[in-house]
Nanobody, 121 residues
Framework: VQLQASGGGLVQAGGSLRLSCTAS????????MGWFRQAPGKEREFVAA????????YYADSVKGRFTISRDNAKKAVYLQMNSLKPEDTAVYYC???????????????WGQGTQVTVSS
């Protein structure tokens, strides 16, 4: 599986962005999909994940109520709608995929290249 993330950019605090991640491969619908982020000088952290069917979603406490993960298996895409953005959301955001993980926070076998999100105060 190859993953391509997009949709990052510069936004003011309180604004919104929608990240997209498209996948190659025939078995996308079998994969758990996740979003992670890494801020400068910090370790990569879990943001959100979604089950293969889309029926279950998981969020880090820091983004609950502000971010929404969704997927469209027909388009082989997963999305992260980010609302009420804060400067502390500034990071490179990565999408990830795994066919076997039972833990939404990982590990994940496949990773996208990342997209930069910058939130100005």
């Amino acid at each position: 599986v190859q993953l391509q993330a997009s949709g990052g950019g510069l936004v003011q605090a309180g604004g919104s962005l929608r990240l997209s991640c498209t996948a190659s491969g025939r078995t996308f619908s079998n994969y758990v999909m996740g979003w992670f982020r890494q801020a400068p000088g910090k370790e990569r952290e879990f943001v959100a994940a979604i089950s293969w069917s889309g029926g279950r979603t998981y969020y880090a406490d820091s983004v609950k109520g502000r971010f929404t993960i969704s997927r469209d298996n027909a388009k082989k895409a997963v999305y992260l709608q980010m609302n009420s953005l804060k400067p502390e959301d500034t990071a490179v955001y990565y999408c990830a995929a795994d066919p076997y993980t039972s833990n939404p926070e990982g590990p994940y076998d496949y990773w996208g290249q990342g997209t930069q999100v910058t939130v100005s105060s």
